[in-house]
């Protein structure tokens, strides 16, 4: 299996602009999760997807971000509009099942000027 | 809410001596994991860790767990260059009626093994 896909790999924007970034779980596995990475906060969990459905979303900073997963073979994190902030390594994991080991994507690392 | 403690968070440590990295956790969990993650890399499953007395080897590596103590260990033996990276351990709950199922990381142990 290829493993967790994300995309970009590396994203530089400005302040105020649209960011999407981009998840393929690996097939078979229901969970998914999105996580945010710094220095600062460490490793924090933005939301996860169990089924396609949105179970936590706690973790969402604010209405600037959101999250969708329209099949279960993909799934987008959004921020608009971006802020320094955010600059951080977003990573994507999946799992078999909400329980089991989760396998991380190479994440993205996103930079906003 | 659960609370997940590591310590140390830095370990410096020679090749070929041993180690235990230490993660204790607040309230009940379910599962207790551990990851590495190398650095500009991403994390990468170690162990998962499911009953009280649990114990789980991979190489250089073994990991325990204690559900009375509320405690994990993950403990290095012989340690090479290889293994410097930072070592994370989660603990998993049930929250919001049992629907809800999450991990809660440390910080993460940064160990770097010097020859």
């Known amino acids: 299996d290829a493993g967790v896909i994300q995309s970009p790999r590396h994203e530089v924007t400005e302040m105020g602009q649209e960011v999407t970034l981009r998840c393929k779980p690996i097939?078979?596995?229901?969970?998914l999760f999105w996580y945010r990475q710094t220095m600062m906060r460490g490793l924090e969990l933005l939301i996860y997807?169990?089924?396609?459905?949105?179970?936590?979303d706690s973790g969402m900073p604010e209405d600037r971000f959101s999250a969708k997963m329209p099949n279960a073979s993909f799934s987008t994190l959004k921020i608009q509009p971006s802020e320094p902030r955010d600059s951080a390594v977003y990573f994507c994991?999946?799992?078999?099942?909400?329980?089991?080991?989760?396998?991380f994507g190479p994440g993205t690392r996103l930079l906003v000027l | 809410e659960l609370k997940v403690e590591q310590n140390p968070l830095f370990l410096s440590m020679q090749e070929g001596k041993n180690y235990t990295i230490y993660c204790n956790y607040s309230?009940?969990?379910?599962?207790l994991y551990w990851y590495r993650q190398d650095p500009g890399k991403s994390l990468e499953s170690l162990f998962v860790?499911?009953?009280?007395?649990a114990v789980k080897q991979e190489g250089r590596l073994m990991a325990s767990l204690d559900t009375k103590a509320r405690l994990s260990t993950l403990h290095i033996t012989a340690a090479v260059h290889d293994l410097s990276a930072t070592y994370f351990c989660?603990?998993?709950?049930?929250?919001?009626?049992?629907?809800?199922?999450?991990?809660?990381f440390g910080k993460g142990t940064l160990l770097t093994v010097n020859p």
């Open positions: 989660a603990a998993g709950s049930w929250r919001g009626g049992g629907s809800n199922y999450k991990l809660t």
């Open positions: 997807f169990n089924n396609n459905v949105p179970i936590d």
């Open positions: 994991a999946s799992s078999r099942t909400r329980q089991e080991a989760q396998y």
């Open positions: 309230t009940t969990s379910d599962r």
């Open positions: 860790l499911l009953s009280n007395g």
């Open positions: 097939s078979g596995h229901n969970s």
